[in-house]
C-alpha cells in the first residue's frame, strides 16, 4: 500500500500544483482506491485523515493502533510513505517532545 502511494507521487509529482501535503493526499486517496478495489485485507478505511503536531497524513484505519499508510514530511518539502499506526506516531512524537 505504501508502495502504491509512492509510486502515485512520484507519477505525478511534476505535474501538481499546490503544495505537496495535496499530492500526498491524493496519493493516499488512489491507495486507498486501489486497496478497496482488490480488497486484500486492506479494505476498511475511512478516508484520509490529517495530523498538525506531528505534521503527517494517514489512511484512517477506524483503529487507532491498526498498522495504516502514513504520508511524513520529507527533508525537501516531498513527502515520503511507510506503514505504521497512527496511535503509536502520536505517542512517539509525544515522547520526543516532552
Known amino acids: 500500500m ?6 502515485y507521487y512520484m507519477r505525478n509529482v511534476d505535474t501538481s500544483f499546490g503544495h505537496a501535503s495535496h499530492l500526498a493526499a491524493e496519493a493516499l486517496s488512489h491507495a486507498e482506491k486501489v486497496a478497496n ?4 485485507g486492506w479494505a476498511g478505511f475511512h478516508g484520509v485523515e490529517g495530523s498538525v503536531e506531528p505534521d503527517f497524513l494517514y489512511l484512517n484505519t477506524g483503529n487507532t493502533y ?6 511524513t514530511p520529507g527533508p525537501w518539502g516531498d513527502y515520503r510513505f511507510t506503514v ?9 512524537y509525544q ?4
Not at 505504501?2 to 509510486?7: F, G, L, Y
Not at 478495489?37 to 486484500?40: G, H
Request: aromatic fraction near 10%; hydrophobic fraction near 50%; charged fraction near 35%.
Open 2 to 7: 505504501a508502495e502504491i502511494a509512492r509510486r
Open 84 to 92: 505504521a499506526s497512527w496511535g503509536d506516531l502520536v505517542e512517539s
Open 37 to 40: 478495489f482488490f480488497e486484500k
Open 95 to 98: 515522547i520526543e517532545a516532552d
Open 66 to 71: 491498526d498498522p495504516t499508510v502514513v504520508a
